[in-house]
């Protein structure tokens, strides 16, 4: 019954996990709770690629490429960040960065769907 949603279910993921991803990204320029990071750095680097992709994601535009590039982001942040820390995702604080990663790559495998801007443009990609 609720398979006919289905199309409708995945633009809303793809947009809520692209705008989240956004934010997550605006906390590194030192927004909403966050703590400013010089762009210079692998944080700055971290948080371009967050805003930048989380917006390409959320609008649909250069959906593969940007998930995919966002998806290798969280799991270099992952390994880089928490893994260190503790051999569980829920030990080391990591399991938002594995999410992130495995909904960005299943974004950049499925394509931009319904809602976007690869969508309008010809450019469809998986339904």
């Known amino acids: 019954m609720l398979a006919r949603l289905e ?4 633009a809303l993921l793809r ?5 989240l991803f956004i934010f997550h990204g605006l906390q590194k320029f030192g927004m909403y709770g966050g703590q400013a990071v010089e762009l210079s750095t692998r944080f700055g680097a971290a948080a371009t ?4 992709g989380g917006a ?3 609008i649909g535009l250069f959906t593969g490429p940007a998930a ?12 880089l960040a928490h893994a260190p820390q503790g051999f569980l995702p829920i030990q080391n604080r990591g399991e938002l ?5 495995f909904v960005f790559l299943y974004v950049a495998a499925r394509g931009s769907g ?6 309008a443009m010809g450019r469809r990609g998986k339904r």
Request: aromatic residues 16%; hydrophobic residues 65%.
């Open 97 to 101: 960065a594995v999410l992130y990663c």
């Open 7 to 10: 199309p409708h279910a995945y």
């Open 114 to 119: 319904m809602w976007s801007v690869d969508w």
């Open 49 to 52: 690629i967050e805003v930048v």
């Open 56 to 58: 390409l994601i959320m």
């Open 15 to 19: 947009i809520v996990a692209g705008l």
């Open 68 to 79: 995919l590039i966002c998806s290798g982001e969280m799991a270099a942040a992952y390994f």
